[in-house]
């Protein structure tokens, strides 16, 4: 160990042996949940509350998902004690499996690593609220780090053995654990921008069934179309200009994840994928299985947008034949050209084609937070309604924005309950999406949204002078529509958390709230954090502002 390094835990020592009234007079304490951490009072960015949201929710799923963990191996030891009786010729035995069970409740915990943990808040809180937590790994590269992380561990209260402290690059971390008897059962990335280094390590590390806890704030990158040469290098994949750009970077992070666990022989669960705010956070759960591996293509998708009035088609990589091989799409599922405005298409892609949600894991969360209150998570209000409006989320990938439907054909706008109404009486699904306000997301086909919209203009006409003459909308009006729609108001067009007046989008919660600047270093600044400067200041992706950002 350097002497600087011996230094600075002798300091902390000192430091623990000192009253909290002495502490807080040389550091800002800040309360969390039921975790306090300590920063020197010189640092006014390293701590961002807008990211409080991320970290109640995290908690939630993480408590969540250890609950059906649990479940699985209390099954798992059940059916091991049956074989066994079998085997031995006993008679079963209902209280033999039973106690089964029960030693697997009694003895159940699981292992945590945060891979860039910073202040360690994260960490702390993770010790302080989740139960059967065996330890967490709290790891940074920066020493300055680590010491801030042991600091405000002792200020807590809490052992070395339950937050365990470490220092090195998270990828060299988590190779090492890349053995079944030592990897953890979940891991939490959230770096200052793309997670993409990281993800070939992490799939390797975590045990089978275990959980991925992945977020990336490089917005730009991922939504827009601005970088489509670096959203390659870093996710495998090109986005595509649409209104859908926050569930698209959703699913290319996605495939991501999938086609780096495929490669060892790993598929990837989604549990539940968001949007919120300035980044996206991913909880997924990774098993191992060469059987399902072959399925990937099937859930993998190309992405058709129309340049002139934006509509889109995804497109499978493969199918399943009916002798159970696999075997390459036809397609493509488009024209040269755009059959309702005659305009060309853009290609994205490739993508995570399949379901983003685990509609009962939702539930289950759902659940959880409705039994929960403030006091467990300040952000209650919040988690209430972005879980409920994931659990009544439909399946069918992207989603359409309403006004810009509207404004494609230069007429008014329709409102939300109206046109739902419309695509309900048609016998068609529909929901909002999460991840932008006034979306809608339906298993109609393309066809069906521009008939309800030319029935919408027959009743409420346009003033063509308004629209050019080689316009998409004029085109897309040009032809009538297939059907009259029916615009009569139906009952479950008004979803339930409309209805109950949930908090299911940001709010402002301070001035100048957003992403805040990475903490300062000693060290100089690096090509890709120039990349990622100039990726996150110039222009950003629509309806939601992209500044520079930090960790917690």
């Given amino acids: 160990m350097s002497s600087n390094s011996v230094l600075e835990s002798k300091n902390i020592e000192e430091e623990s042996t000192e009253s909290n009234s002495n502490i807080e007079d040389k550091f800002n304490v800040i309360t969390e949940g039921k975790a306090s951490i300590l920063f020197p009072k010189s640092n006014e960015v390293f701590y961002n509350p807008v990211q409080e949201f991320n970290r109640d929710l995290s908690i939630a799923v993480i408590r969540t998902w250890s609950e059906i963990l649990r479940e699985e191996r209390e099954e798992k030891a059940k059916k091991q004690s049956q074989r066994q009786t079998q085997l031995t010729g006993e008679s079963s035995n209902v209280g033999t499996t039973n106690a089964a069970a029960s030693k697997v409740e009694s003895k159940f915990s699981y292992t945590i690593l945060e891979a860039l943990a910073a202040s360690g808040l994260r960490s702390i809180r993770y010790a302080k609220e989740l139960p059967n937590l065996k330890y967490v790994v709290a790891n940074d590269l920066d020493l300055e780090a680590v010491n801030s992380i042991k600091r405000s561990v002792q200020y807590n209260g809490l052992s070395d053995d339950l937050v365990r402290t470490s220092q090195g690059d998270a990828s060299d971390i988590m190779y090492q654990h890349r053995n079944p008897l030592n990897q953890f059962d979940a891991i939490d990335i959230d770096p200052y921008g793309t997670a993409a280094p990281f993800l070939d390590a992490a799939v390797q590390s975590v045990k089978d069934g275990g959980l991925l806890c992945v977020t990336c704030t490089d917005a730009a990158v991922l939504c827009g179309s601005n970088y489509p040469e670096k959203c390659y290098a870093n996710y495998g994949a090109i986005p595509v200009k649409g209104d859908f750009c926050h569930e698209m970077a959703l699913r290319i992070l996605l495939h991501t994840l999938a086609t780096s666990a495929s490669r060892y022989r790993r598929y990837i669960h989604p549990l539940i994928t968001l949007s919120i705010d300035f980044y ?273």
């Avoid at 005659?342 to 939702?362: A, C, R, S």
């Avoid at 952000?379 to 879980?387: A, E, K």
């Avoid at 001035?511 to 100039?534: C, F, I, L, V």
């Fill in 280 to 552: 996206i956070r991913v909880f997924v759960r990774v098993f191992s299985s060469p059987i399902q591996v072959k399925t990937i293509p099937c859930k993998t998708s190309l992405l058709y947008v129309c340049s002139g009035c934006h509509i889109f088609y995804l497109h499978p990589l493969a199918k399943k034949t009916e002798k159970g091989t696999f075997a390459p799409m036809t397609g493509p599922p488009v024209n040269s050209l755009c059959h309702f405005c005659g305009n060309k298409f853009h290609t994205g892609g490739p993508m995570w084609g399949y379901i983003l949600h685990d509609k009962e894991f939702v539930r289950r969360i759902l659940e959880h937070v409705k039994e929960s209150n403030t006091e467990n998570y300040k952000t209650h209000p919040r988690m209430l309604g972005m879980l409920t409006v994931v659990s009544e989320e439909i399946d069918s990938p992207f989603y359409y924005i309403l006004s810009s439907l509207a404004a494609t054909v230069h007429s008014t706008n329709p409102s939300l309950k109206q046109f739902c109404s419309a695509i309900l009486n048609k016998g068609y699904k529909f929901s909002a999406s999460h991840a932008a306000a006034g979306s809608l997301k339906t298993d109609a086909p393309p066809e069906v949204i521009w008939d309800i919209v030319r029935s919408w203009v027959k009743l409420h006409p346009v003033n063509y002078n308004n629209i050019a003459a080689n316009a998409p909308g004029r085109k897309i009006l040009g032809n009538p529509p297939s059907f009259e729609a029916d615009f009569t108001f139906h009952k479950d067009a008004d979803p339930p958390s409309r209805k109950i007046k949930l908090m299911r989008f940001q709010m402002n919660p301070q001035k100048n709230w957003g992403p805040k600047a990475r903490a300062s270093s000693k060290r100089a600044k690096t090509n890709d954090e120039d990349d990622h400067h100039q990726e996150t200041t110039d222009k950003t992706p629509p309806t939601k502002k992209i500044v520079k950002e930090t960790r917690d």
